[in-house]
T-cell receptor
Framework: GENVEQHPSTLSVQEGDSAVIKCTYS??????FPWYKQELGKGPQLIID?????GEKKDQRIAVTLNKTAKHFSLHITETQPEDSAVYFC????????????FGGGTRLMVKP | GAVVSQHPSRVICKSGTSVKIECRSL??????MFWYRQFPKKSLMLMAT?????????EQGVEKDKFLINHASLTLSTLTVTSAHPEDSSFYIC???????????FGPGTRLTVL
């Protein structure tokens, strides 16, 4: 089955700096890669996703890149703000196969004001 | 974006009792819903996949007789924790798959505490 590794497990940055979280996956058939943000005591919120037919996607301060050959994808947050502090999860799945997600272990991001 | 609700948000119960958690997709019809369990500071662990009108598919190690799942309509799935014990205390989260976008949207979670 699919295995998703996520690094780092914790990340502390100064407000205004950029943050990068990286994930690798094992199943070359995976073709859908969402990123979720989870605040304390709440459910995960989808913040951006990418499908395997593109290499990069951007939405304001958030971007995701995908390298299918190396089987890794990354989340980039620019101009970080204290409200970006949360746990971020990457996931991988095969579309049209029930969309069952395999999650990475999570990254706790702390943005210091 | 699509909205998924869960009820209740928190529940405390005594050992041996059963607890039902509801998951609803509010503005879309979800043919597939998922139930996850999350321990403190850990990732989400898939418990089961629920398809409307059919039996749920449980992940290895998840007791189907203990965690009863019903997906009676395209907007509602329920998880019943039967004969709950303290080790069942956890954060339970559901998600619903939007067929239009093939994206999973998560509910806010239910914190279960079994005394």
């Amino acid at each position: 089955g699919e295995n998703v590794e996520q690094h780092p497990s914790t990340l502390s940055v100064q407000e205004g700096d950029s943050a990068v979280i990286k994930c690798t996956y094992s199943d070359s058939a995976s073709n859908y890669f969402p990123w979720y943000k989870q605040e304390l005591g709440k459910g995960p919120q989808l913040i951006i996703d990418i499908r395997s037919n593109v290499g990069e996607k951007k939405d304001q301060r958030i971007a995701v890149t995908l390298n299918k050959t190396a089987k890794h994808f990354s989340l980039h947050i620019t101009e970080t703000q204290p409200e970006d502090s949360a746990v971020y999860f990457c996931a991988a799945s095969i579309r049209d196969a029930g969309n069952m997600l395999t999650f990475g272990g999570g990254t706790r991001l702390m943005v210091k004001p | 974006g699509a909205v998924v609700s869960q009820h209740p948000s928190r529940v405390i119960c005594k050992s041996g009792t059963s607890v039902k958690i509801e998951c609803r997709s509010l503005d879309f019809q979800a043919t597939t819903m998922f139930w996850y369990r999350q321990f403190p500071k850990k990732s989400l662990m898939l418990m089961a996949t629920s398809n409307e009108g059919s039996k749920a598919t449980y992940e290895q190690g998840v007791e189907k007789d203990k965690f009863l799942i019903n997906h009676a309509s395209l907007t509602l799935s329920t998880l019943t924790v039967t004969s709950a014990h303290p080790e069942d205390s956890s954060f339970y989260i559901c998600s619903a798959r939007s067929p239009q976008t093939d994206t999973q949207y998560f509910g806010p979670g239910t914190r279960l505490t079994v005394l």
